[in-house]
């Protein structure tokens, strides 16, 4: 179920090893929060993840290349923003430490392609056949041992083994009716687990009056559990336009995410800046782009926090059913791409064993 980084992933090492299977997927596009949009600038843009955070040691055999940078047609360069600011109490202050601490933690980034360009080379046109898009499972009866996965629209699937990698929310709001229920200790492990609020928006403006990162607020702060800074996108394109960024995830994103419309996130953003640059933003401005994850469906927020206990949250149920994804990567690599990538080798491999954990 999910035929984001995981799901497809999983597609990918089950059909390598011959076994056939089916993918179950909510939403009428594949990538979940891996996504982008190639014609807003001129370069493309991630929307969802967007750095090869490379101090996550998880090693899925698809993405090892990748990280380390050997993987043919995907460029990937350092991220090193040279200007990092802190705007706090109505001032800004240079954060000049920063360079320092972005060099230790060694992100990358795609020079000219995104994490979907990626992901997206894994869904051969076999594996796409196998993916039933528009197709959100609602119920998953598993007393048999034949497996019913029923969606939306009442269509049943029958499997001997299921594995589920949709957003540890969609678990947590209990869209999926299971029968009979998860055990307690799995919906303890799942509602213990802290999933985010997180967004994206790229705003083009027709002068540069921003350095390459500004962070609003705080700088002490758990990133886990917050982050909200604005940066440069161009940094380290071929780009001849000006795009500034704002990401934002977890406690300080909610002021952004729990607006009504874009016009009031785009006028609470363009008041925000005006603030930190003398009235610049709206000055400069010229066009927008919104990607609220936790307004988009099956997807609810960005990522976990790491509350939950990642033995019991990957754990399989008698062998049947099976669990992988950003939050789900029994190692514990869990938030990134590469990691939900590990996770579903772990899963497929325990799936292919039979093994019960517990
Ligand atoms: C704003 C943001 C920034 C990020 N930045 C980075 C970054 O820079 N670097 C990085 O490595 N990671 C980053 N991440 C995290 C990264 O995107 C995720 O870890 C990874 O993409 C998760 O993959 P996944 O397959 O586990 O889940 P998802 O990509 O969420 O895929 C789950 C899929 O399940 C589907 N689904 C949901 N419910 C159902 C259902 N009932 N039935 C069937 N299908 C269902 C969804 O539609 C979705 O396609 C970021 C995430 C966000 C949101």
Known sequence: MGAGAAGITAGHALSEKGIDFEILEASSVHGGRVKKTDGFADFPIDLGAEWVHRSIKAKAPTTQALLSGQSPGFRIFNYRPKTILQYKNGKLRSKGWMKLLLALVNDGKFADST???????????????????????????????????????????RADKVLITVPIKMLQDEYIEFAPALPDWKKKAINKEQFGDGL???????????????????????????????????????????????????????????????????????????????????????????????????????????????????????????????????????????????????????????????
């Open 115 to 157: 994490w979907f360009d990626f992901i997206d080379q894994l869904v051969t046109p076999e594996i796409k056949k196998k993916i039933h898009y528009s197709t959100p499972v609602i119920k998953i009866e598993h007393s048999s041992n034949e497996i019913v996965a029923t969606s939306a629209s009442g269509e049943q699937f």
């Open 200 to 358: 994206k928006v790229f705003i083009e403006f027709s002068e540069k009056f921003y350095p390459d990162v500004v962070e609003i607020g705080s700088a002490i702060r758990n990133p886990l559990e917050s982050d909200d800074s604005y940066y440069d996108a161009t940094v380290g394109k071929n780009s001849s336009k000006n795009i500034l960024a704002l990401f934002a995830h977890g406690l300080t994103a909610t002021k952004y995410t729990s607006l009504k419309t874009d016009k009031a996130l785009l006028d609470f953003i363009l008041k925000e800046l005006d603030e930190v640059f003398d009235g610049q933003a709206t000055k400069y401005y010229k066009k927008h782009i919104i990607q609220n994850w936790s307004k988009e469906p099956f997807i609810g927020g960005s990522y976990s926090m790491r509350k939950g206990s990642v033995k019991e949250l990957s754990a399989p149920l008698n062998n049947k059913i099976y669990f992988a994804g950003e939050a789900m990567n029994p190692s514990g690599k869990t938030i990134a791409v590469h990691g939900a990538c590990e996770s579903a080798y772990l899963a497929v491999s325990e799936m292919l064993t039979n093994k019960d954990r517990r």
